[in-house]
């Protein structure tokens, strides 16, 4: 019986708050309370008017019968900078003068102690600062600054790759043969031949692309450091060096298959290796009708090479024709999120593969590359459903 008397107060303010509706109220008739402790700043009330501006005014004033505020000083100053006629409220009456003042100071203060799962943070700024973009807003609208938004993106960068950026080990009996060609879902996979014309118009089957991400072999060398040993790779095609002017030749027929089943204004993001970039350009300006940016692909992890082990990769920007490309973030608003450096993890291998992820950047083997910076970049240069 003692609990049951115990649980009866409690019981009747739960029933009192949840018989609470929201009410719009004159802000004229509200009355911040003298004895508010908590202190904001001009720089987050102009954070808060901006969230009400872009959200709404999703959470009220808590006041009680005499119009007092209780919690939400700082939404009501951000709606008086709004220059709001009304606010929304909750009104509550059943606290004595020293629980109002004992709530006032708790509702700020044990919020503070609350933290952030930082991975899932780092996830959720990752994915925001692609979907803002497309509503009409800035990724500052979340309350966090650029510089801290970059911490946290680093260092998810320098954690573990993507499930689906790791590579599995090669099976013993591959079932895929050239000229197969997948359907899964809305997607389409074709095992060919980048310098066949004809195997490009079948995968693509009469559609155009919006945006192109792709990796060609260097060509340079026939060899990859597997363990401290030089290994062959296991493609004739790909160990075949090439000279300068074969490899332009080569460049031009594999990216100009890509660029006949582009639309106007398709951007093309071509990964290559540093000792290749010349030829790139110099195979671009044929090709294509601008190049936009050559950016650097900064990788978590240096693999070989002499004199510096390489731990970036170059990639070439084109547009194809002279429509303007497609951009789903405003430059003028949004240009401090897009840099020219992508700080990406390289693709991990396991099993016999592993290896292969430390080889020469030079090699077939590792072009093998995450998927994250090719679904951002295609993201941002495609309309949806493209």
Known sequence: MAAAKDNEPLNSQTKLASSSRVEWAPIKSL???????????????QQIAESIRKFGFLNPVIVDDENM????????????????????????????EAQKRAYAIADNRIAEQAGWD???LSVEFGELIDLLPIEGLDISVTGFEIPEINLLMAGRAKSKSAPEDVVPPAPRNAVTRPGDLWLLGDHRLLCGDARSAFDFGRLMEGALAAAVFCGPPSMLDGSAVHRGRIEPTECASDSAEMSPEQYREFLSQTLGNAVRVSAEGAVHFVCMDWRRVSDLIEVGRDLYDEM?????WNKT???QGSPYRSQHESIGVFRVGRQPQQSNAELSRFGH??????????????????GAAKSDSSSSRAGTRPTKPARRMTFRSARRGS
């Open 337 to 354: 999120n897009r840099s020219d450096v992508w700080t990406y993890p390289d693709a991990k291998t396991t099993g016999k593969n592993r």
């Open 69 to 96: 505020i209780l919690a939400g000083h700082g939404r009501f100053e951000a709606a008086r900078l709004e220059g709001l006629a009304h606010v929304p409220i909750l009104r509550f009456n059943h606290l004595t």
């Open 292 to 296: 936009l940016n050559l950016v650097v």
């Open 301 to 303: 992890n240096a693999g």
């Open 118 to 120: 930082r991975q899932l």
């Open 31 to 45: 009355r911040p309370s003298p004895k508010n402790a908590r202190t904001h700043s001009r720089k987050q009330i």
